[in-house]
């Protein structure tokens, strides 16, 4: 059961992550419904998934450092809950994975130093 644990633990926070970059990925989309031409509509395409691209990017840096991905997903988290004015159930949505995530990063971070002690002994 243990390894199991390990295992859950080790993978969920980076296929979290990558799916929650995908999930507001997709609302980058909703620039190609406007009346743009299509210059415009690339450029405000690429913008719109920012987000999405640095939460992404702070997976990867997460799948090697996990302290970093626990830090970093709890630093956009918090960014994203002071910065931008939204209803609770809007915050419980965007910031609520990222804090998932966050965590889970940290309690691999935690599982990972564990078993470094346990075989330096």
């Not at 640095?54 to 991905?69: A, K, M, S």
């Amino acid at each position: 059961m243990r390894p199991f644990i390990h295992k859950t633990i080790n993978w969920l926070p980076r296929i979290l992550g990558v799916l929650f970059s995908v999930f507001l990925g997709l609302f980058a989309t909703d620039v190609f419904n406007e009346a743009y031409k299509i210059r415009q509509a690339i450029g405000a395409f690429i913008i719109h998934l920012l987000p999405s691209i640095f939460l992404f990017t702070f997976t990867l840096i997460g799948w090697r450092w996990p302290r970093w991905g626990a830090f970093l997903f709890t630093v956009t988290g918090v960014t994203s809950l002071t910065y931008f004015d939204n209803p609770w159930q809007i915050d419980l949505i965007l910031a609520g994975p990222q804090f998932l995530v966050a965590i889970l990063f940290g309690i691999n971070f935690l599982l990972k130093n564990k078993n470094k002690i346990k075989e330096e002994k």
